[in-house]
T-cell receptor
Framework: SQTIHQWPATLVQPVGSPLSLECTVE??????LYWYRQAAGRGLQLLFY??????ISSEVPQNLSASRPQDRQFILSSKKLLLSDSGFYLC??????????FGPGTRLTVT | GENVEQHPSTLSVQEGDSAVIKCTYS??????FPWYKQELGKRPQLIID?????GEKKDQRIAVTLNKTAKHFSLHITETQPEDSAVYFC???????????FGAGTRLTVKP
């Protein structure tokens, strides 16, 4: 069965510092992969999705970027973090057809 | 693109009562509608889903109904229990079938 891994689980970073969050998938090939952000007490905001290696669709460009260097690896990056980047970052992948399953998430606090 | 609206934003029921959460969507081409449950600090978990060729689906105490003509779908939880307390999200797949759009969420509280 498909498993989605994310790390780190929690992260505290100063404003202006870079960011790299990694998501890896096991148990399936060629999944669609997604990055969502959830502010405290709020809904899920789609940031990026990818249908294959090197293919990235951006919903919220801002100061974030995403890359998919391998079939089962999805990376979320920023060169300079803003306070507003704080939140719960969730990676999701499709298991079959449209069904999306989420990783455990990374809680990012920008200070 | 797809736009999903969810109501109510908060819902409080007594244990044993039923709870109903409603969502509307904008893209008539959407054909997959999942529901997720998110407990505090945890990841969203898929609890039930429905496809456009079906009007209703049931799994024990949980059911989902879909009205494609009106473009709305609903989550029904019967015989609610305190452990049903969580935030529930509806979602719909947009026209290109790659990006899923979520509703804003409903915080359900089941009082013992």
């Amino acid at each position: 069965s498909q498993t989605i891994h994310q790390w780190p689980a929690t992260l505290v970073q100063p404003v202006g510092s870079p960011l790299s969050l990694e998501c890896t998938v096991e148990g399936t090939s060629n999944p669609n992969l997604y990055w969502y952000r959830q502010a405290a007490g709020r809904g899920l905001q789609l940031l990026f999705y990818s249908v294959g290696i090197g293919q990235i669709s951006s919903e919220v460009p801002q100061n974030l970027s995403a890359s998919r260097p391998q079939d089962r690896q999805f990376i979320l990056s920023s060169k300079k973090l803003l306070l507003s980047d704080s939140g719960f970052y969730l990676c999701a992948g499709t298991r079959s057809s449209y069904e999306q399953y989420f990783g455990p998430g990374t809680r990012l606090t920008v200070t | 693109g797809e736009n999903v609206e969810q109501h109510p934003s908060t819902l409080s029921v007594q244990e044993g009562d039923s709870a109903v959460i409603k969502c509307t969507y904008s893209d008539s081409a959407s054909n997959y509608f999942p529901w997720y449950k998110q407990e505090l600090g945890k990841r969203p978990q898929l609890i039930i889903d429905i496809r456009s060729n079906v009007g209703e689906k049931k799994d024990q105490r949980i059911a989902v109904t879909l009205n494609k003509t009106a473009k709305h779908f609903s989550l029904h939880i019967t015989e609610t229990q305190p452990e049903d307390s969580a935030v529930y999200f509806c979602a719909a797949i947009g026209y290109n079938n790659n990006d899923m759009r979520f509703g804003a969420g409903t915080r359900l509280t089941v009082k013992p």
